[in-house]
């Protein structure tokens, strides 16, 4: 009789980074669609919204460079933030070109539950390293998100 192989004989058995990196992306963009559905955004959106939490008025084009997106999906998915009361955007009076972003105070009252989300999810990844692994964890997922950025 023939097995079907389950996820986890397949991350035991792989060897090839890439397939690994994929397996992780897909799964954490699953949950984080799970756990964001409540407040009607997705996975871009959070992301988008935790910089906004760390610095507000950045423009929509360094916004969309620091984190690797297109300027169209940033286009969009501000166009989403906007729709549900989460941002709001307002042209550079010094270069009409460029659009400031902001959040509302809907977008301000999220934040602890969009955090909250965050690390949770840093919590499950981390899941089962001791303390003195962590580091070294993440400087070799660092290392290789620094070579994927050259891509």
């Known amino acids: ?26 799964s954490v963009q699953k949950h984080f669609a799970k756990e964001l559905a409540l407040y009607h955004i997705g996975w871009g959106h959070f992301s988008i919204l935790m910089s906004l939490y760390r610095q507000e008025g950045r423009s929509q084009d360094s916004l969309a460079q620091s984190r690797g997106f297109d300027k169209t999906m940033i286009a969009k998915s501000i166009l989403k933030l906007e729709k549900e009361g989460i941002v709001y955007r307002i042209t550079d ?26 690390f949770e999810m840093n919590s499950l990844l981390l899941k089962g390293f001791d303390s003195d ?12 998100a620094l070579n994927a950025a050259q891509l």
């Open 1 to 26: 009789m023939n097995e079907e192989e389950t996820p986890i004989q397949w991350i035991e058995d792989i060897d090839k980074i890439a397939a690994l990196i994929s397996f992780t992306y897909r």
């Open 93 to 118: 009076p010094e270069d009409k070109r460029i659009k400031r972003l902001y959040l509302t105070e809907k977008g301000r009252k999220l934040k602890p539950e969009i955090r909250k989300i965050g």
């Open 133 to 144: 692994e962590l580091p070294s964890a993440i400087e070799i997922v660092r290392k290789i």
